[in-house]
C-alpha cells in the first residue's frame, strides 16, 4: 500500500492551523473533488476521500493530538489510537448542508422564495457575413415571444376563480427533506414540485392560456450588431426574455452571432489574414499590384526581388475595435509567386537565355563565354617538379 501523505499537506494547511482554517480548506477541496462533481472520475474519488479522512482527524481535538504526536501509526492496528477511522467527532453538518444545496439545488438557507422573480433569458442565432461582423449591420428576427394572458390576466385561472392552498406544502412553497449519507442526516430544502414553490395550486385552469398565465405569439425585434463584433460573441437585449413571476421584470434576449467563413480573408482578433498572387515578372522586378481589402481593392507597389511569403502590412484595414469603433487593427498580406505553367517555346527559350545569364554560362549579348580548363591538383604539382628539374 503506498504511503499516505500527511494530514496537513492534504489540506493544505499550517501545523497550527485552527478550526475555521480547516473548516475552510477542506469545504474548498470538498466542493473541487466530491464524486457528485465529477462522476466517474476515480481520481477525484480518490482526492474527495484522502481530504475527507483528513480533516475527520485533524477536526477533532484527540484525534488531532494523537496524531501530532505519532502520526498515522496513531490510527494503525495496535497504535494508541487504533480501533479504524470514524467520523464520530467531526462536524460536517455546516459543510454538507452547503455541498448538497450546491449539488442538488436545494440548500439548508435556500428556500423558495415567493416575491417578484426575474423572468428567463431566451436565446436566438443570427447569421451574418464576414463584411457585415466587420463594420456593423441592423438584422430582424422573429421569435415566440410571451405575453401576459389578457383573459386571466395572468393568474393562469379560469374567470371567476382563485387560486387554492397547495395541500403538499400547506402554502410554504417548499419541501424540506433529510437525506442519509456516509457524514450523517443531511438537512435539505427544495421547491415544492406540486405548486412549483408557489404555494398554490390552480384547480381551474384558464382556457386560454390553458393555466400558465401567458400567451406566446410570433414577434419581429430588431437587432442593431455592433462593428467588430467576432464569430460566437452575444448581443443582450434588455426585456425581451421570458416574463417575470409575481411580478417580476422580463428577462433578456441573448443573439448569438454566426460569421460565416470568407473565401480569402482571415481574421484574428482585429486584424485580417490573407494572400495575394505574384507572376514570376512582377516578384522579380517590382511593380504595382491591386490588393483586394475589406474597404475595397487598394494598390501597392511591390519591390523588385519579392520573395514567396514575404508578409506586408496595411495599417489600419483590420477589424474597428468593439470599445471604439475608430479604432482598426492592420490588414497582413502574404505574397506567393506563381511559377509559370504552360509556356509557349519563345517564352521558354526566354527563360532559358536568363537562366544562362544568371548562371554566367553566357554574356547580355548571347556570345558563349569560353570554358576555362579546370586542373587538377597532381597536374599542378607535376608542373612544380618539371621547372624545378630544369633549373
Same mark, same amino acid.
Given at each position: 500500500?503506498?504511503?499516505?501523505? +500527511?494530514?496537513?499537506? *492534504?489540506?493544505?494547511?499550517?501545523?497550527?492551523?485552527?478550526?475555521?482554517?480547516?473548516? &475552510?480548506?477542506?469545504?474548498?477541496? /470538498? &466542493?473541487?473533488?466530491?464524486? +457528485?462533481?465529477?462522476?466517474?472520475?476515480?481520481?477525484?474519488?480518490?482526492?474527495?476521500? %484522502?481530504?475527507?479522512? /483528513?480533516?475527520? =482527524?485533524?477536526?477533532?481535538?484527540?484525534?488531532?493530538?494523537?496524531?501530532?504526536?505519532?502520526?498515522?501509526?496513531?490510527? %494503525?492496528?495496535?497504535?494508541?489510537?487504533?480501533?479504524?477511522?470514524?467520523?464520530?467527532? /467531526?462536524?460536517?453538518?455546516?459543510?454538507?448542508?452547503?455541498?448538497?444545496? +450546491?449539488?442538488?439545488?436545494?440548500?439548508?438557507?435556500?428556500?423558495?422564495?415567493?416575491?417578484?422573480?426575474?423572468?428567463?433569458?431566451?436565446?436566438?442565432? *443570427?447569421?451574418?457575413?464576414?463584411?457585415?461582423?466587420?463594420?456593423?449591420?441592423?438584422?430582424?428576427?422573429?421569435?415566440?415571444?410571451?405575453? #401576459?394572458?389578457? $383573459?386571466?390576466?395572468?393568474?393562469?385561472?379560469?374567470?371567476? #376563480?382563485?387560486?387554492?392552498?397547495?395541500?403538499?406544502?400547506?402554502?410554504?412553497?417548499?419541501?424540506?427533506?433529510?437525506?442519509?449519507?456516509?457524514?450523517?442526516?443531511?438537512?435539505?430544502?427544495?421547491?415544492?414540485?406540486?405548486?412549483?414553490? $408557489?404555494?398554490?395550486?390552480? &384547480?381551474? !385552469?384558464?382556457?386560454?392560456?390553458?393555466?400558465?398565465?401567458? #400567451?406566446?405569439?410570433?414577434?419581429? =425585434?430588431?437587432?442593431?450588431?455592433?462593428?467588430?463584433?467576432?464569430?460566437?460573441?452575444?448581443?443582450?437585449?434588455? +426585456? !425581451?426574455? %421570458?416574463?417575470?413571476?409575481?411580478?417580476?421584470?422580463?428577462?433578456?434576449?441573448?443573439?448569438?452571432? @454566426?460569421?460565416?467563413?470568407?473565401?480569402?480573408?482571415?481574421? @484574428?482578433?482585429?486584424?485580417?489574414?490573407?494572400?495575394?498572387?505574384?507572376?514570376? /515578372?512582377?516578384?522579380?522586378?517590382?511593380?504595382? *499590384?491591386?490588393?483586394?481589402?475589406?474597404?475595397? %481593392?487598394?494598390?501597392?507597389?511591390?519591390?523588385?526581388?519579392?520573395?514567396?511569403?514575404?508578409?506586408?502590412?496595411?495599417?489600419?484595414?483590420?477589424?474597428?475595435?468593439?470599445? @471604439?469603433? @475608430?479604432?482598426?487593427?492592420?490588414?497582413?498580406?502574404?505574397?506567393?509567386?506563381?511559377?509559370? $505553367?504552360?509556356?509557349?517555346?519563345?517564352?521558354?527559350?526566354?527563360?532559358?537565355?536568363?537562366?544562362?545569364?544568371?548562371?554566367?554560362?553566357?554574356?547580355?549579348?548571347?556570345?558563349?563565354?569560353?570554358?576555362?580548363?579546370?586542373?587538377?591538383?597532381?597536374? !599542378?604539382?607535376?608542373?612544380?617538379?618539371?621547372?624545378?628539374?630544369?633549373?
Amino acid at each position: 500500500m503506498a504511503d499516505k501523505r +500527511d494530514y496537513y499537506e *492534504v489540506l493544505g494547511v499550517d501545523r497550527n492551523a485552527d478550526e475555521a482554517a480547516l473548516k &475552510k480548506a477542506y469545504r474548498q477541496l /470538498a &466542493k473541487k473533488y466530491h464524486p +457528485d462533481v465529477n462522476p466517474g472520475d476515480k481520481e477525484a474519488e480518490a482526492r474527495f476521500k %484522502e481530504a475527507t479522512e /483528513a480533516y475527520g =482527524i485533524l477536526s477533532d481535538p484527540e484525534k488531532r493530538r494523537q496524531y501530532d504526536q505519532f502520526g498515522h501509526a496513531a490510527f %494503525e492496528q495496535g497504535g494508541p489510537g487504533a480501533g479504524g477511522f470514524d467520523f464520530s467527532g /467531526a462536524d460536517f453538518s455546516d459543510i454538507f448542508g452547503d455541498l448538497f444545496g +450546491d449539488f442538488f439545488g436545494g440548500g439548508r438557507s435556500r428556500a423558495a422564495s415567493n416575491g417578484p422573480m426575474r423572468g428567463a433569458s431566451l436565446r436566438a442565432r *443570427v447569421n451574418i457575413t464576414f463584411e457585415e461582423a466587420v463594420f456593423g449591420v441592423d438584422k430582424e428576427l422573429e421569435i415566440s415571444l410571451k405575453d #401576459t394572458c389578457t $383573459t386571466c390576466h395572468g393568474t393562469g385561472c379560469k374567470p371567476g #376563480t382563485s387560486p387554492v392552498t397547495c395541500t403538499r406544502c400547506h402554502g410554504e412553497g417548499q419541501i424540506v427533506y433529510t437525506q442519509q449519507s456516509i457524514f450523517g442526516m443531511v438537512r435539505n430544502v427544495q421547491a415544492c414540485p406540486e405548486c412549483g414553490g $408557489t404555494g398554490k395550486v390552480i &384547480k381551474d !385552469k384558464c382556457t386560454s392560456c390553458r393555466g400558465t398565465g401567458y #400567451t406566446s405569439s410570433r414577434k419581429k =425585434i430588431q437587432v442593431s450588431i455592433p462593428a467588430g463584433i467576432d464569430n460566437g460573441q452575444s448581443i443582450r437585449i434588455r +426585456d !425581451k426574455g %421570458e416574463p417575470g413571476r409575481n411580478g417580476g421584470p422580463r428577462g433578456d434576449l441573448l443573439v448569438e452571432v @454566426n460569421v460565416a467563413r470568407h473565401p480569402i480573408f482571415q481574421r @484574428n482578433d482585429m486584424d485580417i489574414y490573407s494572400t495575394a498572387p505574384l507572376t514570376f /515578372a512582377q516578384a522579380a522586378l517590382g511593380g504595382e *499590384v491591386r490588393l483586394s481589402t475589406v474597404d475595397g %481593392e487598394v494598390a501597392y507597389q511591390v519591390k523588385p526581388g519579392t520573395q514567396t511569403d514575404s508578409r506586408i502590412r496595411l495599417k489600419g484595414k483590420g477589424v474597428p475595435s468593439l470599445r @471604439n469603433k @475608430n479604432m482598426r487593427g492592420d490588414h497582413y498580406v502574404t505574397f506567393v509567386v506563381q511559377v509559370p $505553367t504552360n509556356l509557349t517555346s519563345e517564352a521558354k527559350e526566354a527563360l532559358r537565355h536568363y537562366d544562362d545569364i544568371v548562371s554566367g554560362r553566357t554574356d547580355p549579348a548571347g556570345t558563349e563565354k569560353p570554358e576555362k580548363k579546370k586542373r587538377r591538383f597532381r597536374d !599542378k604539382i607535376k608542373e612544380t617538379f618539371e621547372e624545378t628539374f630544369e633549373e
